[in-house]
Every structure is written in C-alpha cells, then in structure tokens.
C-alpha cells in the first residue's frame, strides 16, 4: 500500500489559512528528501513549456506522481552509496567543469573578443613592417637593446628613409641568416602583405587593427620581437578566394629585361586572345606553365588574402566574380588571374560559430576573459603572494637541474609546507605548486628563469579558477539546481539500468517466468483471408460490378484471373487485392459477414462513404499463441514495465510520502 500523507491546513500548526507560500516552501518530502515548490515548479515547466501561464491541475498532478516515483529512485541510490562510485562522480565532475565555464570566465570580456574579432574579419590590411628579433625568454639587456633598434629604425622611417632601405639595415624578416654570418635577402623588404583576422599573433593584430593608416606605429611586442608597422591599405574582406591562372612564368636562369619583356609579351598576347573570345580554360592547357595548376584548368584552390602573392591580392579587390585581370606582374612570372568567387564579409550570426572555435584555439585571445575573471576575484576575495617563498622555491629547482641537468626532463621536487600564496583566506602551500611545475615544467621550451614566472601566472589561473568552481552551488541556485538534476539523473539511469534494463536482457529464467505467465497476452489476432474490391460509387455501378463479382466467383477463378477480367472493364476504378487481414487493420473486411460458407461473395455492400467494396472471404484464421522466441522483443519490453512497477510498488512501502496541500494548492492562485 502506497504511503502518501496529504497535510492539509489543520495539521500544519505553525501555518494558517491566510500564510503567503513561496517558491521555498517545502511541497514535496519523500522520505528524508524534501522538494521546495519552486524546485517542482522549475522541473515541471521544463518538461511542460507550453503551460507556464496557467498549468492545469490536472497536468501538474499527474506530473507530481512521477516526480515522487523518480524521488524515490533518487533516494535508494543515495543510500546504496552511488556517491562514492568512481566512474559516476568522474562523469559529474567532467559536466560540472563544462557547465561552470561561463561561471570561471569574465563573460563580457569573452563577448567583448568575439565582437572585436568579427570587426577585424570584415577588413583586409596591408602592412609595411619592420621586425626586429628577440625571444620571450632573452635577458633584459637584450630585450632594451632591440628595442633601442626599433625605435632607432622608427626614427629613420618618419624622416622619410625609403622603407626597403631601413628594412634591409634593420629588419630580421628581410633577411634569412646562414651560417658564418651570411644572409640571403628573403624578397620582403618591408612588405608585409595582406592580411585579416586569425592570420598574425593577437598581440600584432590587436595594435595593427587599431593603427591610424600611415602612420607608423611605437614598437609592438610579440613572442617574435619588436614591430614596427604602418598600415598602407585597408579594404572590405575578400573573405575565402577561389581563383584560377594562367602563368607565363620567368626562366630561373635568365631575368635580364629582355627576357622579361618578352614574358610580359606574350602574356599579353593571351590577353588579348581571351578579349576576342577565346575560353580561359583553352587558354590555360594551351599557354600556362604552372602545369600543376594547368590540370585543373587553371584551378588554385581556395586561399585567404595573406597565402596568395600581394600583386595578386591587390588587383582582384577591383575585380568581379567571373572575370579575369590584365597581366599581373610577380616574383614567378605574369599572372593572369580569373575570380572564380569570394565569401566577402560574412554576417555576425553566420560567421559566430566559426570564431568562437578560432578563438579557443588563440590562446592569447582565450585566456584573455580567463585571466579578467582571475583578477577580478583576487580584487573581490583577497590574494597575497609570498615572494620570498616563490624566490627561495625558483632556486632550488635552478639549483637542482644545474647540479643534474637530466632532472629537467622528469623532475621530482621536494614538498615543501611553506605557504605560497593565500586565496580568500585560504593558504596554498608550496608543495601544491611543486606539483603544477612536476607536470609543466619539461613542456616548457624557454629559459629556466622565464618558465618559471610563467608557471606561477598559469598556477594561480588553475587554482582560482578550481576554487570558484568547486564552490558556485553556495551562491548560484541556476547551477546548483543544474547540477542537481544531471547528478540525479545519472543516478536514476544507473540504478534504472541495474534494476529493470540489465535485469530484463540477463534474467532469462525470469524473462520465461514472466512469458508463460501471460502467454494469453501474445497472440496473433484473429485473421481473415480474402480478395477485397474495393471502388468509388462515382465511377463505378455497384449492381453492375456486383454482377461481374458473381460471375467469376461462380466458376471458381482465381484471384489474378479474376482482376485480368475487372481491369479489362474498369481498368483502375476497382482496386483488386488479396491478402490475410488482422482485425482492426482493414475496415472493410471488418464489416464482412463472416457467418457465409467460405469463398463466397459478401452479400451486402461494404461502406465507407463514397468507397465501398465487395469480399470474397476464404479462410477465417483463430488467435493463435506466439513463441518467445517470435517476439522476444516485445516480451522484454513488457518484462522491463513489470518490473518497473514491482520495483516502484516496494520504494512505496520504504518511503513514506508526504504533500503539503496548502502549498500545492498555492500553485494554482
């Protein structure tokens, strides 16, 4: 027997007739398990959206019966220990950390950067730059003299020296150095070329986008070294670029001017072939020497503006889709170059989702929103470094690869108990933090000394970042009750499946039990084979189609004899069949007179408004008993159900239930 108590007003005691209940008023206790009003209320209109104005009494009772069926399961799972079983809390654990992202992550900043980086993909650049090389890790010497050399090389650009001149004095990316001192030119002497979103380093493009044009900026620090750089162009974004070409390629032994004009010659002859008609593509197998290309009809695939030569770029902002340039120029040869066609500047909404995947994998532009939210919390929560701690803890791993530099590579560090840093009142040793370095250190391709400071940025990061979202459920109802209801239900499938689904495929000695129990509820329905007519009264005369029937059905013909002779009269106004017919699934035949001799013609007409139909009734087949094994299926299913309810009969018996009327009711005023 069920035991669900209803409180109703008299018993409540400390309330009255006149108390306000609200979303926090318990409504629901299953045994040691109570459910608020509000908690009903949220699940209920989750699975219910369309009844949030005014949910009928009706729907929510039905509902509160299955939510305390499901209580229930919750709460045998509880006290079974599902809390403690690994693999669960593992899974827990992993949704936990994937919802609690946005809680961990300064969210208008990580919108602030998707918005910025969709403004930078509708813009193509041009850039002149110089670049002066030095690492992350190089001494502060180092780093102040390239400096020094980018302002100096700065100087000399503003009073007006040629910018190829200054790049070959002073930029790295104008020359490749070889061995003994040597160099060869590289062919960007300045010239950065085209470019949009994603294509540089954030740092880089962050000051870039925000340049004036022509102007040349203070030097830029990136993990490469000091930019200098002036933006020379700015158009509308090509987006992604399809195109073919024709090349008449320069000869890697002979570049005199008479060779080259000769080139330029003949390219624009083909130039003038294709303005009198001919097709590119002819043009193409006939003159192009990029015969990779030449095989695809000219085809280069699909390219963004900073993986195709500048000259290129820079006419085909003032070329249409389909049509072709006049001879471009290059390094290679002279192009002539069809536009095959452009995505151009995509909407926020198309383009959003493809940021945001672009965005994860930047990792300067993703852990910007990330370190934001780090901030913000040690401003908020209290957070102190202790230096002397992390100085003294840096030289004993210095000290300890210099004295074994193979150490480096799979470290092993002492556990010290010194405090590290406090977090919101909360000591953080520096055992915790020789952990985090064991695992990152031998990751790390810089010196020992710039390693280090990284590690301890990235360890506050991860240690913020667990300390806030182990503990978001003592101040966020939205994620608690989140988690509370994924926890819930990865209990009630784990103990669902242990008690009804894992049970019914591996109890056979049960599954038979069940079968031969109910072997009357598994059986074939009864059945009728017969030749069905069936016609519209529109077309076809009832007396006249009834004459024919009798006629054939009096010699005995068979079924396809018997439709050869209909077609041949009425052609396709009388649908012919014939077929065993399971009651209920023809209502035709379910009308039939049964009591006839067989193979018979049905004496009246069968309706169905304006179809009707006339039988010839052949054999009448009795339920007949199915073998497990025919519908074994349909039998688990069943089983699965059985169980079900036996199972939720004894969770009734352990569980006392317990509404609180008044709060109920107040759901509905």
Known sequence: MKKIFVICF???????????????????????????????MRIYLKNNEMQADKPPRASVEDYLNLYINFR?????????????NTELRNELAVYRKSVAEPYITDMAVADAILKEAYNFSTRDLRASQILIGVKPDALPADTLAAYKKAMEARAKLIAGEPTHEVALKYSDEAKRYLSNKRYRITGREGDYGYFTAFQNVYPFEKAVFNLPMGKWSMPIRTIYGYHVVKVTEEHPALGKIRAAHILVAFSAIDTSDVRVEAKKKKAEEIYSLLQNGEKFEDMVHLYSDDKASASKNGYLGEFGVNRMLPQI????????????????????????????????????????????????????????PIISFVEKMKKENGFSLDKKTLSAFNLMVKDSIRLRPEWASSPVLPRGNKTLFTYNKTAVSESEFAEYVEKNLPRKKYSIDYSLNQLINEFEVVYIRMYEMNRIDQYDYEFKALMDEYRDGVYLFDITNRNVWERSSNDTVGLEAYFNSNRDSYKTPPSIKAMLFTYDVKNVKTPELAKLLKKLVDKKMTFEAMKKEISKKYGDAVKCEHDVYPMGTNKFIDNANRTRNRYGLTPDILSGGTEKAFAVIEEDYPPKRKELNEIRGLVVADYQNYLEKVWIESLHKKYPVTIVKPVFDSIFK
């Open 10 to 40: 008299a018993l409540l005691g400390v309330m009255n007739i006149h108390a306000q209940y609200s979303d926090r008023s318990p409504l629901l206790i299953v045994g040691s398990d109570t459910t608020t009003r509000g908690e009903f």
């Open 72 to 84: 229930m399961k919750v709460l045998q799972a509880r006290e079974e220990q599902y809390d403690t």
């Open 313 to 368: 770029i820079e006419v085909l902002y003032n070329t249409k889709v389909g049509e072709y340039t006049k001879p471009i120029q290059t390094a290679l040869g002279f192009h002539i170059v069809k536009l095959i066609s452009t995505t151009g500047q995509e909407t926020f909404e198309n383009l959003k989702p493809n940021l945001e995947f672009r965005i994860q994998r930047d990792l300067d532009r993703a852990e910007i």
